[in-house]
Nanobody
């Protein structure tokens, strides 16, 4: 079983910054990619940013230049630095991990955290 635990959400004024963290646990041998999705009320869940174990990153157009994703493979951790936050960034942010290989050679595809609320006030 793979578990993802997020932290770092909260309430911030427009223009402010927040840093989200996500730690994966569960006898993990390797993770192919980790990242962040978000879901605002009444909207579909959307990809915010992702990073592969090799360091390749991908961002939604709406956050390019404002958000930065980074990871620590040794600690199975991913971070999302969010700067210049806007009210439209308000959402529940979910961490995910793709193609997780455990020490028992079991693979998990598409593991999700419980989500952390980010609220940006205008």
């Amino acid at each position: 079983q793979v578990q993802l635990v997020e932290s770092g959400g909260g309430l911030v004024q427009a223009g402010g910054s927040l840093r989200l963290s996500c730690v994966a646990s569960g006898s993990i041998f390797s993770i192919n990619a980790m990242g962040w999705y978000r879901q605002a009320p009444g909207k579909q869940r959307e990809l915010v940013a992702s990073i592969t174990s090799g360091g390749s990153t991908k961002y939604a157009d709406s956050v390019k230049g404002r958000f930065a994703i980074s990871g620590d493979n040794a600690k199975n951790t991913v971070f999302l630095q969010m700067n210049s936050l806007k009210p439209e960034d308000t959402a529940v942010y979910y961490c995910y991990a793709d193609r997780v290989r455990t020490s028992s050679d079991t693979y998990y595809f598409g593991s999700w955290g419980q989500g952390t609320q980010v609220t940006v006030s205008s």
